[in-house]
């Protein structure tokens, strides 16, 4: 069975653009959640979708948003980029929430210059 | 809101010597769970526990789950260099499932 993948890997953006995450989950798992993970903060929960729907969120501000497909690929974005946000953002898959293990993808590394 | 602690942040040790990391949290966890980050790596999912009181072992790793389900250790009896890693717990409060907490983590490295 594959393994859940984001794209893209490593990407570097300006203060104040704007960027967009993905992550396919492995294959029959609908729950995607979304960490940010800095040297300073450890893993950071942002929100988990479970069917399209936004279950949880972390206390990120509103400048951080996701969404899930029907086929429980997810993405998240990221608007008017800041400095603070650059980290490594790590999507896990399970198959349902809470009381199931996650597998995290391998992340993408934002780095805001 | 709930908040997870590990101790220690860092924890160096000879090959060889036993390692333990400690995770409390603020609140009653429905479960815990245990991860595993290699240098460079991404966390990779170790073991879950679920009961109150239960222990779980794997090969040299021993899981525990605290009575109060509000504390768990991880135990490595003997650590190896492949060892070396940041260790996270991280719990489900028992009245929202679907938002899991990770403590900061424990990074262990081992001196050969």
């Known amino acids: 069975k594959a393994g859940v993948t984001q794209t893209p890997r490593y990407l570097i953006k300006t203060r104040g653009q704007q960027v967009t995450l993905s992550c396919s989950p492995i294959?029959?798992?609908?729950?995607v959640s979304w960490y940010q993970q800095t040297p300073g903060q450890g893993l950071q929960f942002l929100f988990e979708?479970?069917?399209?729907?936004?279950?949880n969120k972390g206390n990120f501000p509103g400048r951080f948003s996701g969404r899930q497909f029907s086929n429980s690929r997810s993405e998240m974005n990221v608007s008017t980029l800041e400095l603070g946000d650059s980290a490594l953002y790590l999507c896990?898959?399970?198959?349902?929430?809470?009381?199931?293990?996650?597998?995290f993808g391998p992340g993408t590394r934002l780095t805001v210059t | 809101g709930q908040q997870v602690m590990q101790i220690p942040q860092y924890q160096h040790v000879q090959e060889g010597e036993d390692f333990t990391t400690y995770c409390n949290s603020s609140?009653?966890?429905?479960?815990i769970q245990w991860y595993k980050q290699r240098p460079g790596g991404h966390p990779v999912f170790l073991i879950q526990?679920?009961?109150?009181?239960e222990v779980k072992k794997q090969k040299r790793l021993t899981f525990q789950f605290g009575e109060a389900k509000k504390n768990s250790s991880l135990h490595i009896t003997a650590t190896q260099t492949t060892d070396v890693g940041t260790y996270f717990c991280?719990?489900?409060?028992?009245?929202?499932?679907?938002?899991?907490?990770f403590g900061d983590g424990t990074t262990l490295t081992v001196k050969p």
């Open positions: 896990a898959s399970s198959l349902g929430t809470g009381l199931y293990e996650q597998y």
């Open positions: 294959s029959g798992h609908r729950s």
């Open positions: 979708y479970f069917s399209e729907t936004q279950r």
């Open positions: 609140t009653t966890l429905s479960n």
């Open positions: 526990l679920v009961k109150s009181g």
């Open positions: 991280a719990g489900p409060e028992s009245t929202n499932a679907g938002k899991s907490t």
